[in-house]
């Protein structure tokens, strides 16, 4: 029995040893993402873009309106294959604009990811800096409005990130 004690002593007491000096720094990487002229840079480039592709889609839509009030303005007269020919036709271009829709989507996307990539590289890089300086066990993710409760040994890093990023 007390050899029993002594083995589970001599596994618990390591783990109480390592508990004392484990140390969990957050980071709020959304307010530092914010923070930085990266990513105004970043969603300019984007806002430009997007913009473009919404003048194209507005044009597509006029188009389509066009063709539209075309075919719902034939009158009974029209003859059968031409009435199809211009419904044929709307569908087709309807179909355009939705691959267009998509494409500019997925464009936008893959763009926004390319260019928050390198700046969260960044972030990441200040954030092990730091960690490493403090002598963390373990950085995570911060969200303010997520934590019910924080006592020590957690420290908020978020200022020393943005400081090592030359960012306020």
Do not use: C, H, W
Not at 65 to 93: H, V, W
Not at 139 to 151: D, K, S
């Amino acid at each position: 029995m007390f050899k029993k004690i002594l083995l589970m002593a001599a596994m618990v007491l390591p783990m109480l040893a390592s508990a004392q000096t484990f140390k969990l720094g957050l980071a709020d990487v959304d307010a530092i993402l914010a923070a930085m002229p990266e990513t105004a840079e970043a969603n300019n480039k984007l806002q430009e873009v997007s913009g473009k592709y919404d003048e194209e889609n507005r044009k597509l839509l006029e188009e389509m309106k066009r063709m539209y009030d075309e075919l719902a303005n034939l009158d009974e007269s029209t003859p059968a294959g031409i009435r199809e020919r211009k419904t044929r036709d709307f569908n087709e271009y309807q179909q355009k604009i939705d691959q267009f829709q998509q494409s500019a989507t997925q464009d936008l996307q893959k763009l926004q990811n390319d260019l928050i990539q390198p700046i969260m590289q960044k972030i990441r890089t200040a954030i092990e800096a730091v960690g490493m300086e403090g002598g963390f066990s373990l950085v995570q993710t911060y969200t303010p409005q997520l934590v019910l409760y924080m006592a020590a040994p957690t420290v908020d890093i978020t200022n020393d990130v943005k400081a090592k990023l030359g960012i306020k």
